[in-house]
């Protein structure tokens, strides 16, 4: 049997009763056009390095020109520079990643190297013809995943594709920011003129309802530091103002009234509602300026505000207006907090480990927190949060350490394996399926 990352008897009878249950992705950057068209990708190089930045920050930290990251090198030789620093990656999550997609996909079981680099290319060459998206999902037991969609988006290429159901998620981020482009925007494809505070609400609600008519169930939001809470009267003033120059702080108060509201409609509509906290993005300038967004230059912020976000939740939940919420941070000092205040309120659960924190220690230190500051049996999960396909070999990472965690406390006595069996499977899968009402 493979025992990686299970180091008992117990962990690995777990993982057998866990490891080939049900994907449900509730979060992920996947692009639907891709699986709608059964999109052919031309070599492994491309399916692995054309959008995961995850694996270009790596090969920068490990001196690679950008040249073989985004820049017009051949598919192959960015391939071949990846291989390369595999060795460098040891004990990061892309080392177990990578090897696990080399065996799920191509049945490759050689450790990549410089040496070995080219004997692979050569092997995953052979499978050319199995590299398109819905042969690359099918592989993976996956059934239902949820991608994320502007407001704006036109979702023709959701619905079902080999027995998966495709949804939409609800983001309206840019609605936040007081950009005019984007309101005229948002205007045009609700048939709604976005003029204030009123009809902002009103466009996005009527695009709320067109998400739901395609099996929308999700919104999210992320912020990069936390709202206030603010009333009708002073989010308006600082609509007016928009082209005058706003604060943070007024910004901060647009926001809060903005997702105040929006959480309003979300729970009248039995939407559910995540918040991704403290992310501070695109930080190198010149970088970003020449790249653009989602290239591997976001870190984690230190700026969460648990009083401004409580005040938020309070709010709607004394007025019955607080919707299933999913809360995370991309900083992990923050989620014993996060876990403090989703124990305050009846509908609000801590996600899953986010980005950067879904590394090994990520995912133990969140079971770590979530058992002794929460309640372990009542976790929603893995999500991918992947802009790559080959990504869904990540829940059999999580599923390996999940049961690793559990079996370490069946063999310490501290847990008998038959609750220790059923949290495993709540966890891996149960859990989401209730929360998402999912059938």
């Known amino acids: 049997m493979d025992k990686r990352f299970l180091r008992t008897h117990e962990a690995r009878k777990i993982y057998e009763e866990i490891k080939d249950l049900p994907i449900i992705d509730y979060h992920c950057h996947l692009n639907p056009k891709d699986i709608a068209d059964d999109y052919a990708y031309e070599n492994i190089g491309e399916l692995w390095l054309s959008h995961d930045h995850y694996k270009w920050r790596a090969m920068r930290i490990c001196g690679v020109d950008e040249k073989y990251i985004t820049g017009d090198s051949s598919w192959k030789e960015k391939f071949m520079k990846y291989a390369e620093i595999m060795p460098k990656l040891a004990g990061n999550s892309l080392y177990y990643w990578s090897h696990l997609e080399l065996e799920k996909l191509f049945g490759i079981t050689e450790h990549m190297s410089k040496d070995t680099a080219e004997k692979i290319w050569n092997e995953c060459e052979k499978h050319k013809d199995e590299l398109t998206a819905r042969q690359i999902i099918k592989r993976f037991p996956v059934k239902f995943v949820a991608t994320t969609d502007d407001p704006v988006d036109s979702l023709e290429y959701h619905g079902e594709y080999e027995g998966i159901l495709f949804t939409p998620t609800f983001r309206p981020d840019k609605a936040f920011e007081l950009d005019d482009e984007y309101y005229a925007r948002l205007s045009q494809v609700s048939h709604i003129e976005v003029k204030d505070i009123n009809t902002l609400i009103a466009a996005l609600e009527k695009r709320l309802e067109f998400f739901i008519s395609h099996s929308c169930r999700i919104s999210d939001q992320c912020f990069s530091v936390t709202p206030i809470l603010s009333d009708y009267e002073t989010a308006q003033s600082i609509f ?78 004394y007025s019955g207006n607080l919707p299933k919420t999913v809360i995370y941070s991309l900083n992990p000092y923050d989620e014993r907090m996060l876990c403090q205040v989703a124990g305050s309120f009846r ?22 927190n979530v058992s002794e500051y929460s309640a372990l049996g009542c976790d929603l999960g893995m999500l991918t949060d992947s802009r790559n396909l080959a990504g869904y070999v990540r829940f059999d990472f999580y599923r390996r350490i999940l049961a690793d965690y559990l079996g370490e406390l069946v063999s310490e006595e501290k847990l008998s394996l038959d609750c220790a069996l059923d949290i495993a499977k709540g966890i891996a899968y149960g859990n989401v399926v209730e929360f998402l009402n999912l059938k």
């Not at 509908?347 to 770590?368: L, M, T």
């Open 347 to 368: 509908n609000v659960k801590v996600g899953a480990p986010w980005w950067h924190n879904d590394c090994y220690s990520g995912i133990r230190g969140h079971f770590e």
């Open 240 to 317: 007016e103002k928009r082209n005058e120059g706003v604060s943070e702080e007024e910004s901060r108060k647009f926001k809060g009234y903005v997702f105040s509201r929006l959480a309003e409609i979300y729970a009248k509509n039995g939407i559910i509602m995540q918040v991704h906290l403290n992310v501070k993005r695109n930080i190198n300038k010149k970088m970003f300026e020449n790249i653009g967004v989602d290239s591997g230059f976001d870190i984690a912020g230190s700026e969460l505000y648990p009083h401004c976000l409580t005040e938020i939740f309070s709010f709607l939940d």
